[in-house]
């Protein structure tokens, strides 16, 4: 079955320290490829997308996210965090056989510290 | 646009009873999804609905859960009847057209803790 694979549970950081979350995807045909954040209290929005062409993407507040095909990966970075970037971190991926569905990984949990 | 409204926001039941979550997409959103959010399994996405017609339930864990849309601005997940380990936070989503092509719309979720 198609899934997402979100290897780090839980990170804890202090503001200005570089971030790194891993993303994992099986493969399926066209990749269509997701960031979601979760905002304690809040609801799920969308950071940023990858569809096709230039596989750095760049989302909102300064997060980008890389596409490397060979690895199957579509991590999540950012240079320098804030401590309101506090939040859960979902990747996602179109389904291969429905795709009108959004398959998530399972999260990561982000905590900064000031 | 008020957004995708869902209600109640926290729900406590005992074992056995029924619950019903609602859901209000936004309107003039064709799509509207189920997920429920759990610390082990993250974001499962339970049934969806194209134009309140009910497209793919696979992801309904049992009998025991049932969805319906009878229009366009409403939706219901029913549980029944619940058990502790359907606690979690349920939400719903809405789209405009397929998801893919268009961030999904979430609501606040509904916190369901069966006892």
């Known amino acids: 079955a198609q899934s997402v694979s979100q290897h780090n549970h839980h990170v804890i950081l202090s503001e200005a320290a570089s971030l790194e979350l891993g993303c994992n995807y099986s493969?399926?045909?066209?990749?269509?490829l997701f960031w979601y954040v979760q905002y304690p209290g809040q609801h799920l929005q969308l950071l940023l997308k990858?569809?096709?062409?230039?596989?750095l993407v760049k989302g909102i507040k300064g997060f980008e996210a890389e596409f490397i095909k060979s690895k199957f990966s579509f991590n999540l970075r950012k240079p320098s965090v804030q401590w309101s970037d506090t939040a859960e971190y979902f990747c996602?991926?179109?389904?291969?056989?429905?795709?009108?569905?959004?398959?998530f990984g399972t999260g990561t949990r982000l905590q900064v510290f000031p | 646009d008020a957004g995708v409204i869902q209600s109640p926001r926290h729900e406590v039941t005992e074992m056995g009873q029924e619950v019903t979550l609602r859901c209000k997409p936004i309107s003039g959103h064709d799509y509207l999804f189920w997920y429920r959010q759990t610390m082990m399994r993250g974001l499962e996405l339970l049934i969806y609905f194209n134009n309140n017609v009910p497209i793919d339930d696979s992801g309904m864990p049992e009998d025991r859960f049932s969805a319906k849309m009878p229009n366009a601005s409403f939706s219901t997940l029913k549980i029944q009847p619940s058990e502790p380990r359907d606690s979690a936070v349920y939400f719903c989503a809405s789209s405009p057209v397929t998801p893919p092509n268009s961030p999904l719309h979430f609501g606040n979720g509904t916190r369901l803790t069966v006892t």
């Open positions: 996602a991926s179109r389904g291969s056989y429905n795709t009108d569905k959004l398959i």
């Open positions: 990858y569809f096709s062409g230039d596989p």
């Open positions: 493969y399926g045909g066209t990749v269509n």
